[in-house]
């Protein structure tokens, strides 16, 4: 790193310029937290390397902002979107005080953490991939909520059976097939199972939907994000299963949610 590189504007302006050259899009902002996380000029040498080769901003520096919350991300964890916020605010208005809620498929526990700091609330979290099962310990501890590693519903205690007011579901939707179209920040950086779907994409929802009525208590709520193109097999998974169906969107975040509620007898 040259000399002139390392003071005032002129630094700042390399920075963004290296940054705006691999295509970031707010490299000014990009280049305000590099440089707010780095240890020294050497640091953040390698820092800005390895955003320019393609590596997630939050796996660099460590964390993400999600709705208002700074949430821990580790090396290879799904990186929480701005567009499940908009699953975040559905969920709040069925959340109770005091409600057993769920974050499934949970990655860094983005979405837990966020309603158990909005509500009082019995958090559960469960993810099949260690790394997220140890970075949503992280992110959840001040919830006093509880973790589980596994397959789905599998590792939840048994207790929790007709229990669970609220399960929250961002489960992988991209099909197979469409994974090498992702960004590279995806496509390199993030699992493959935070993102594979399966043929269609719809996969996994097909196997959280069917299990949730054994989990949700009477008149409990499931909601899954999903896209737009997926929404009508979405609502026809649902449907299926027994659950009462609605849809709602966020143009201005480009977010669908599938809601399903568990009707009493």
Not at 174 to 179: D, L, N
Not at 189 to 196: N, S
Request: with cysteine.
């Amino acid at each position: 790193m040259k000399n002139d590189w390392i003071h005032g504007e002129q630094f700042f302006s390399t920075i963004v310029t290296k940054l705006q050259g691999a295509g970031c899009v707010f490299a000014e902002d990009e280049a305000k937290l590099l440089i707010a996380s780095a240890g020294g000029t050497a640091e953040l040498s390698d820092m800005v390397e390895r955003r320019i080769s393609g590596m997630p901003l939050e796996h660099i520096i460590g964390w993400a902002e999600f709705c208002g919350l700074r949430i821990m991300v580790d090396k290879r964890v799904f990186v929480p979107r701005q567009r499940t916020a908009f699953l975040v605010r559905q969920a709040t208005d069925l959340i109770r005080q005091k409600s057993v809620v769920l974050d499934l498929c949970c990655g860094s526990g983005a979405v837990g953490a966020v309603l158990a700091h909005m509500k009082q609330i019995e958090l559960y979290a469960a993810d099949i991939d260690p790394a997220s099962v140890q970075c949503t310990r992280r992110n959840i501890i001040t919830a006093d909520g509880h973790v589980y590693e596994g397959d789905l519903f599998e590792p939840l205690p048994k207790q929790l059976t007709g229990r669970v007011d609220v399960i929250v579901a961002n489960a992988p939707y991209v099909p197979t097939k469409s994974i090498e179209f992702l960004p590279p920040e995806a496509r390199m950086h993030e699992a493959r199972i935070a993102l594979d779907g399966g043929s269609d994409g719809l996969d996994v929802q097909r196997r959280v939907v069917a299990a949730a009525p054994l989990w949700l208590a009477p008149g409990g709520h499931l909601l899954v994000e999903t896209s737009e193109r997926q929404t009508s097999q979405t609502v026809a998974i649902f449907t299926h299963c027994g659950l009462k169906t609605r849809v709602t969107r966020s143009d201005e975040l480009d977010a669908t949610v599938v809601i399903g509620t568990k009707t009493t007898p």
